[in-house]
């Protein structure tokens, strides 16, 4: 299976600022890669696939760049509705792997 | 708006056996590849199983081969995932996935439902 390794595994930032997450892949993956969004008891929402199209809706300071096995995701200015967890997974084949995820957590 | 719905989690003992059902609406459900993906208490996302649009090709994730079996009616746009032979370590959220297209391989996810826990135990 492809491992993902995502990093950092939380994060403290305050509104405003710039937060980018990264993750690596252990073999290419090429473009099959999303991000998506976790809050408590609520369903995951999906933020980027294709490693950097944004998925109708989110909003354009949610940023995703990267192909083969190196992938981040950049949240320019971080809004109070950001806080959250975020996680990377690659669809190149099954079975789907995911990153450990990363907290933000308001500083 | 696309909705995915699970239910069907509960407490249940170790060799137990549980259904787990998904209903899609707000989309095409036959026309979609479908996945379950589960998450263990404090442990990362882990792929189970997945199905294509008509049924004809699905996928179980070695943890699970042999003891978890998927599969869908259309006719109701339900999804579901009989488990049998469940153990300790089967505990978590699992979630209902819709995939983008009909392509079981390699169609990213795109929707997620908010998920039901299975706790086995005891």
């Known amino acids: 299976d492809i491992q993902m390794t995502q990093s950092p595994s939380s994060l403290s930032a305050a509104v405003g600022d710039r937060v980018t997450i990264t993750c690596q892949a252990s073999q290419d993956i090429g473009h099959h890669l999303n991000w998506f969004q976790h809050k408590p008891g609520k369903a995951p929402k999906v933020l980027i696939n294709d490693a950097a199209t944004l998925e109708t809706g989110v909003p354009s300071r949610f940023t995703g760049r990267g192909s083969g096995t190196d992938f981040t995701l950049t949240i320019s200015s971080l809004q109070p509705e950001d806080f959250a967890t975020y996680y990377c997974h690659h669809y190149a084949t099954l079975p789907y792997t995911f990153g450990q995820g990363t907290k933000l957590e308001t500083k | 708006e696309v909705q995915l719905v699970e239910s069907g989690g509960g407490l249940v003992q170790p060799g137990g056996s549980l259904r787990l059902s998904c209903s899609g609406t707000g989309f095409t459900f036959r026309n979609y590849a479908m996945h379950w993906v589960r998450q263990a208490p404090g442990k990362r996302l882990e792929y189970v199983s997945g199905?294509?649009?008509?049924?004809?090709?699905?996928y179980h994730a070695d943890s699970v081969k042999g003891r978890f079996f998927i599969s869908r009616d259309n006719s109701k746009k339900m999804l579901f995932l009989q488990m049998s032979g469940l153990r300790p370590e089967d505990t978590a959220v699992f979630y209902c996935v819709k995939a983008s297209n009909y392509n079981l391989w390699t169609s990213n996810p795109d929707s997620w439902g908010q998920g039901t826990l299975v706790t086995v135990s005891s």
């Open positions: 199905i294509s649009r008509n049924g004809d090709s699905t």
